[in-house]
């Protein structure tokens, strides 16, 4: 089921995120998620706002049919830290927690330039934290949570990783990153070498990156660029998903492998054919559908169920 031709069209002729502009981007990233069919769910779908250290935090919960009480993942959803909301990748979440079992709750957190690393992190971090600590009032068991994410999302997914065994607060039992940016610090042109520039392009990304950052040297710090981290030790298990026409493939790649070397189990897929943000069109791409029910089967296997 390919893409459609009128949604690729959009897709390779929609200008460049840095010259349409932060508003108008976070808008047609919208419309463009809205024009996507609805993934059938059996379960209930509801919204929510979590309040932590003053913080406001909305998110969508997506919870199956059960009797007792379920595991949970906690879903950000990718868009560079810039755009990016909860219809964007409503379809991975649906599809995510049907193949799973699990409660899928989608995490509606602050987007830079109005918010700068590490608060993204800092407000993920403690929205997880505080459904770890409330998990029976989600239905939810505190023994079996993960972490799952997409581009951005994942690297916030990778970084939660780090920084819960940092600080001991909680414990995860899995994580799936979907095409995951976990290098912030290599040059940008270089991921770019043989590979056309389709969704993302090289200004775009240093756009980006020019509005997460207050300062480019925190890009070298592990929580922004986790494939940084001295060592990977003691993390979770992980999914780890990569696109052939992706300029994230390599350091996805990279970081699976190091993880596999510092004892991590880990399950990677690589679609060669596929573009960077092709999950986002669940429902819609066949290898869309395919890489999140390979990372639901890996959940399910995690949670033991």
Not at 44 to 51: F, N
Not at 56 to 72: A, D, H, K, Q
Not at 151 to 166: D, Q, V
Not at 241 to 247: E, F, R
Request: overall charge negative.
């Amino acid at each position: 089921m390919p893409i459609s031709e009128r949604m690729l069209e959009m897709i390779k002729k929609a200008p460049p995120l840095h010259v349409t502009g932060i508003e108008a981007a976070r808008r047609g990233l919208t419309a463009m998620s809205c024009m996507l069919p609805k993934v059938a769910f059996s379960g209930s779908i509801k919204e929510k706002v979590i309040t932590t250290f003053g913080q406001e935090t909305l998110v969508r919960i997506y919870t199956p049919v059960s009797s007792g009480l379920l595991p949970l993942v906690m879903y950000m959803h990718g868009g560079g830290f810039v755009v990016g909301d909860l219809e964007y990748m409503d379809g991975a979440c649906r599809l995510l927690a049907q193949t799973a079992g699990c409660i899928v709750v989608n995490v509606d957190y602050c987007l830079a330039p109005e918010h700068k690393f590490p608060e993204a992190l800092e407000e993920c971090y403690n929205a997880l934290k505080w459904i770890y600590d409330n998990a029976t009032d989600f239905g939810a068991d505190a023994g079996k949570i993960a972490v799952a994410g997409d581009s951005a999302g994942a690297n916030l997914g990778a970084a939660i990783c780090l920084l819960a065994r940092e600080r001991k607060e909680f414990s995860l039992v899995y994580q799936v990153l979907f095409y995951p940016v976990v290098d912030f610090a290599s040059d940008i042109a270089a991921k770019f070498e043989g590979l056309p520039e389709i969704l993302l392009n090289i200004e775009d990304l240093r756009w980006m990156s020019e509005l997460y950052f207050e300062d480019l040297n925190d890009a070298k710090k592990p929580q922004a660029s986790p494939l940084l981290a001295e060592s990977l030790v003691g993390l979770p298990p992980a999914t780890v998903i990569t696109a052939g026409i992706d300029p994230l493939a390599q350091e996805g790649r990279m970081y699976a492998e190091r993880l596999a070397t510092a004892g991590v189990e880990v399950f990677h897929k690589h679609f060669a054919s596929m573009i960077h943000g092709f999950v986002g069109f669940v429902g819609r791409v066949e290898e869309a559908n395919e890489a999140v029910v390979d990372a639901g089967k890996q959940l399910k296997k995690a949670f033991g169920c």
